[in-house]
């Protein structure tokens, strides 16, 4: 499968927008995504994807909002961390009770 290039958070808020502000322009919101999705270029999917973030960030449907998403992923990150210090740690202690004092 072939990747687009990654566009900048500007863009992904300006399509955001637009989909938000032309809702009443289209039959569905899948019309207008198509519809921008051409003029931004990006897939209609990947337009949908950000659309879906964007109403759970303003409160339009449920989930996790950007700013939660990134606090689960850094806790995610630092278990992560402390997981392998502790284990590593304990790597360690077994070694040095096989050692011959």
């Given amino acids: 499968m072939r990747r687009s ?5 500007e863009v992904r808020d300006r399509a955001v ?4 502000d032309a809702k009443d ?3 569905s919101q899948w019309a207008a995504i198509e ?3 051409s003029k931004i270029g990006c897939t209609a999917e990947t337009l949908r994807k ?8 303003s409160g339009v449907q449920p989930g996790a909002t950007t700013t939660e998403q990134q606090r689960i992923k850094d806790l995610g990150n630092s278990l992560t961390s402390t ?3 502790a284990a590593a740690a304990g790597r360690r202690h077994r070694l040095m009770d096989c050692v011959p004092t």
């Fill in 5 to 9: 290039p990654k566009l900048s958070p």
């Fill in 17 to 20: 927008r637009l989909v938000f």
């Fill in 25 to 27: 322009q289209y039959p």
């Fill in 35 to 37: 519809s921008i999705t």
């Fill in 50 to 57: 950000w659309v879906r973030q964007g109403e759970r960030d």
């Fill in 83 to 85: 997981v392998l210090v």
